[in-house]
Nanobody, 116 residues
């Protein structure tokens, strides 16, 4: 059974930082492209960041470049999203995604709220 469990969300002031974690079980990260998506109220889910199975290529949405970074620890089977200089428009539920061929798995999401 595949499980992706996100953690690390919460309430933070503008300019603050959070690190999200996605602990995976039932899959091996070295075979999956791992991504973080987010969905704000009334908006479509959007891709925030992704990292290849080899961990050699990362991609970031233009809206988060220079502020967010994605990384993974294969030994811990965990993916991270480091978020710095957070803005109110980053407020959303953040979801972890694992994709390999036709296999596509989602976590339950973690809420990030940026507000003063």
């Amino acid at each position: 059974q595949v499980q992706l469990v996100e953690s690390g969300g919460g309430l933070v002031q503008p300019g603050g930082s959070l690190r999200l974690s996605c602990a995976a079980s039932g899959i091996t990260l070295t075979r999956y492209t791992m991504s973080w998506y987010r969905q704000a109220p009334g908006k479509e889910r959007e891709l925030v960041a992704s990292i290849t199975s080899a961990g050699d290529i990362t991609n970031l949405a233009d809206s988060v470049k220079g502020r967010f970074s994605i990384s993974k620890d294969n030994a811990k089977n965990t993916v991270y999203l480091q978020m710095n200089n957070l803005k109110p428009e980053d407020t959303a539920v953040y979801y972890c995604n694992a994709k390999f061929s036709f296999l596509n798995f989602w976590g339950q999401g973690t809420q990030v709220t940026v507000s003063s």
